[in-house]
């Protein structure tokens, strides 16, 4: 049997989507389990970040090219589906969800991004939220992976084009290989109250996977073919 569903059946998404949570503005946060998990099984996850759609529009396309009972991992598309569908960085209320995580290093007040790749500094403001995990993208995730205890977690930005995993596993190898990033041990700057920094906390194994600044058509074009083989690697 092919691994592969013909492209005319790929339109739409496999079923069994199930909830969560739900986000600020009453929108379902969607997981898609994988359909045999097991001790082995873990969480892929895109769109903490409304304005990264490079990434969130391929895993979307992997999903719906790979048979669906042959993926072996967790999957959420949309982290912040208000932050996407309203073209911003963060959720609703203005809050960045990566620097809301109730990690140790949590930090009040603002966060600053730059405005696109080309900018030459980060000077907009966002907030870090009211306290940790003051949000309920933030909570339901934190809660959700209590609960399932995935093996690892990869989560999927722009525009850095490069892999961090601090501990050099063998799946940030594999995925550096085959996504032709560089596979670095730190982006270059302090990321308080990130999701990542949330996993190193509770010794949950998370690799962080950057594409470059790249539009969704040329990124499902340049990393369908990974992005497939990821979700059942």
């Known amino acids: 049997m092919t691994t592969l ?3 005319s059946d790929r339109g739409m998404l496999p079923p069994h989507s199930q909830r969560y949570g739900e986000s600020l503005l009453g929108a379902p946060l969607l997981w898609f389990p994988a359909p045999e998990a097991h001790e082995k099984s873990g969480l892929i996850i895109a769109g903490t970040h409304g304005d990264e759609g490079a990434a969130l529009v391929t895993l979307s396309c992997a999903l719906r090219t790979l048979q669906p009972q042959l993926r072996r991992h ?22 960045d969800l990566n620097r809301n995580f109730p990690a140790a290093n949590w930090k009040a007040g603002d966060t600053v991004y730059r405005w696109n ?21 933030t909570r339901a995730l934190c809660q959700l992976i209590h609960s399932v205890k995935p093996a690892w977690v990869v989560s999927f930005h722009d525009p850095l084009g490069c892999i961090e995993d601090t501990r ?3 799946l940030g190898e594999w995925l550096s290989g085959a996504f032709g990033l ?23 194994p998370c690799i962080t996977a950057e594409f470059p600044a790249i539009s969704a058509d040329e990124a499902t074009a340049r990393y369908l073919d990974a992005m497939t083989r990821l979700l059942h690697w």
Not at 119 to 137: N, Y
Not at 182 to 204: E, I, K, M, N, R
């Open 5 to 7: 569903r013909p492209r």
């Open 182 to 204: 560089p596979l670095v041990s730190s982006v270059g700057y302090d990321t308080p109250g990130s999701f990542g920094s949330w996993c190193a906390d509770g010794d949950v």
């Open 168 to 170: 050099r596993s063998p």
């Open 117 to 137: 790749s080309g900018a030459d500094q980060r000077d907009v403001l966002l907030s870090t939220g009211e306290s940790a995990g003051s949000e309920p993208e």
């Open 74 to 95: 967790h999957v959420i598309l949309a982290v912040n589906p208000d932050g996407c569908q309203l073209g911003l960085r963060a959720n609703a209320r203005g809050v």
